[in-house]
Structures are given as C-alpha cells and as structure tokens.
C-alpha cells in the first residue's frame, strides 16, 4: 500500500480543526507505517482476481482479506455465519454485545468494538483494515466514511445490498439480496462452498414456507413500527422487512412509500388499519416500552391490531439484511398465518 497525503482534502471536511486534521494525518501515516511493516504471511493474499457487482457496478477483489471490519449488527452476524471470525479486527454498530447469539458473542470477545455509533476514521485507520464491509446508513455515510475514500486509502469493501437503494434506483428488495451479499463474501473471501451451503439451506426453508401459504384467500395487513412517536419510522418499499412481509403472506401498509427505513404518518396508519403491526427491537425504547406507547395511543384505539393485541416482535438483527431473515419471516408467517406455517425452531446454526 502506497501512503500519500493529498486525499485528506477530499476525506477530511474544511471545517475541521487544524489540530484534528493533524491528529487524523497522524494516526493514518502511523497506520500506514504499521502496514508496510507487516510480513507477507499476514498481508492480504493475493489469488486469481474475482468480480462481483456492487451497488450495480462490478468491483474486483485481487487478494483474499486478512484485516476486515464489519458496521451493524446485522453485517457482523453476516460476516459470522459465514465463519469469517478469525478474519475480524474490529467491528462498530453494537450497542450490546448480548443481542448476538451466544456463540456469536464468544467469537466477538477477543474482537475490539471500534465504535458504537457511527464509524469513526481515525479508529478505524488504528485497526489497519485491509476490507471494510458495511452499508449506506449503517456505517457508510457521505462526508464520514464512504467506499470511495476507503478505495484512496487502498482498503477495498463491500457494500449491503439493500442500502444501495441510497445511491441507485432499484425495482424491488427481496431475500434475494441477503443471499446475493452472502455468496458475494463467499467469493471475495474465497469460500465459495461455505457460502453456497449457508444460502441454499435458508432457501430451502424459504421454499417450505411459500408452499405452505400457496393459495391464500387474504393477506394480513402490516404496519411495522421501528420508533417514533410524533411521527414513526417505518419500512417502505424497499427496506427488507417489506420483502420479508410478502414472503410471510402479509401486505405492507406502507409499500406505496418508495424508500427504504423511512418516516410515515398516523394518519395513514389509522387510514389503513393494519390487522397487525411488527414492533422492531432495536432498545430504542424497548419492545414493551413501544407496545404500550400504541396501546395508550387514544388515536389507535379502534385499530384492528391494536383491538386483537396483534403483534410480532423482530429483533433488528432480523429486520435487516442478515443471516436471520428466513427465521424472521417464518416467525411472520406463523402469526399471520398459524394455521398454514409451524412455529419457528430455534436455530442453532446461529448458536
């Protein structure tokens, strides 16, 4: 890796302070001393080049990553079911190491949490990556961090799928986006065979729930409630609680909505009357906490949900782009529809 100084304009903005401009130039020239120094055996492999589409445009991967960092929760646990653990220099986007699966918490024990909000630059230059995997929204953002800069910075990554919706038009979300990120990392990594093994296992039981709600007579509607409370944050369109909704046998209330995480309005959540409403995980406050901000809601009251005490809690974990998709949509499926699909088991491939 070459260590240069003239994209600091371009990464670091005009309005930060001399003295942070220099303590960021620092900790990257000392990040990039660290690199140089680093014996081949530890260095990024380099292999036969592959190339996999990334937000529509095809990027090649030359070496296989040594060094990687993950942001959100979801993207970690993506990054763990594919095995990758020992790959891990850090990862952000965690406020609780407990909201993992156990045996995702004792791989992550040995990792360092670089950040529990949003990526920082310098930490992450200190833990000298060499592939970053994140989204836009969860840990990518214009002005912050973005694959771009990373790119100038000789660092490759990876961008989830469903945030891509951020920079380029798309027709739909689907399951399919969550196999697609989970076979481009096989590749990139260079475990074809383990990521083909993880996706045709859950497409297998994604198959087995569309059978079991072939020729259903109606479909539920959903509203699903992430936070809020003047105005509450939903998904549209194409957010994957949208796709993971039509694959359980509902129907979005708010799939007229041409986003993805997006703000709605109680006026058209009263106006369309959901028969159940999903409450997402998230801490923020807790479950009960937002189960019974609706339930004391005056407004809501006639709500059919609200009447028949409907509702499905999805952890975030589930409700993004991960490895717990198709267990989220099973748990949706078996409310919606109790007498057609069977309760979800727990899944110890995660455990």
């Known amino acids: 890796m070459r260590c240069q100084l003239p994209f600091l304009k371009k990464v670091f903005p005009s309005r930060l302070t001399l003295a942070t401009g220099l303590a960021l130039a620092c900790a990257l020239l000392a990040a990039c001393s660290q690199r140089q120094e680093t014996p081949p055996d530890q260095a990024a492999v380099s292999v036969a080049p592959v190339t996999v589409p990334v937000c529509g445009q095809p990027v090649s991967y030359d070496r296989v990553p040594q060094r990687a960092v993950t942001h959100g929760i979801n993207i970690t646990e993506m990054f763990l079911a594919l095995g990758l653990a020992d790959r891990l220099v850090g990862y952000g986007g965690l406020r609780d190491i407990q909201r993992l699966?156990?045996?995702m918490?004792?791989?992550?024990?040995?990792?360092?949490?670089?950040?529990?909000?949003?990526?920082?630059?310098?930490?992450?230059l200190n833990a000298q990556p060499d592939f970053v995997f994140s989204g836009?929204?969860?840990?990518f953002r214009d002005g912050q961090i973005t694959p771009?800069?990373?790119?100038?910075?000789?660092?490759?990554?990876?961008?989830?799928?469903?945030?891509c919706i951020r920079k380029v038009a798309r027709e739909r979300v689907s399951l399919q986006d969550t196999f697609d990120d989970l076979l481009h990392l096989g590749r990139i990594f260079r475990i074809d065979?383990?990521?083909?093994?993880?996706?045709n296992g859950q497409r297998a039981e994604l198959e087995q729930i569309a059978q079991a709600l072939q020729g259903m007579a109606r479909q539920p509607s959903v509203?699903?409630?992430?936070?809020?409370?003047?105005i509450?944050?939903?998904a549209g369109r194409y957010a994957m609680p949208h796709a993971m909704i039509e694959a359980a046998g509902g129907r979005n209330i708010f799939a007229?909505?041409?986003?993805?995480?997006?703000?709605?309005?109680?006026?058209?959540?009263?106006?369309?009357?959901?028969?159940?409403?999903?409450?997402v995980n998230n801490d923020r406050p807790t479950p009960d906490g937002k189960k019974q901000f609706l339930l004391n809601k005056p407004e809501l009251a006639h709500l059919t949900a609200i009447r028949e005490r409907n509702f499905v809690l999805l952890d975030f974990a589930a409700a993004t782009p991960g490895p717990r998709n198709v267990a989220g949509v099973r748990t949706l499926a078996h409310s919606l529809h109790p007498e057609r699909v069977a309760a979800p088991e727990p899944d110890t491939s995660l455990r």
């Open 101 to 103: 699966p156990p045996a």
């Open 105 to 124: 918490q004792a791989q992550l024990a040995r990792v360092p949490d670089l950040s529990n909000q949003n990526m920082n630059l310098e930490t992450l």
């Open 136 to 139: 836009w929204s969860y840990g």
């Open 148 to 163: 771009q800069q990373l790119q100038e910075l000789g660092i490759a990554s990876y961008v989830l799928t469903e945030s």
């Open 193 to 199: 065979a383990q990521a083909q093994a993880l996706v």
């Open 223 to 230: 509203f699903l409630y992430d936070s809020g409370t003047d």
């Open 232 to 234: 509450p944050v939903t």
């Open 256 to 279: 007229d909505l041409p986003s993805s995480w997006t703000r709605g309005n109680w006026e058209d959540v009263i106006e369309r009357n959901p028969d159940w409403i999903v409450i």
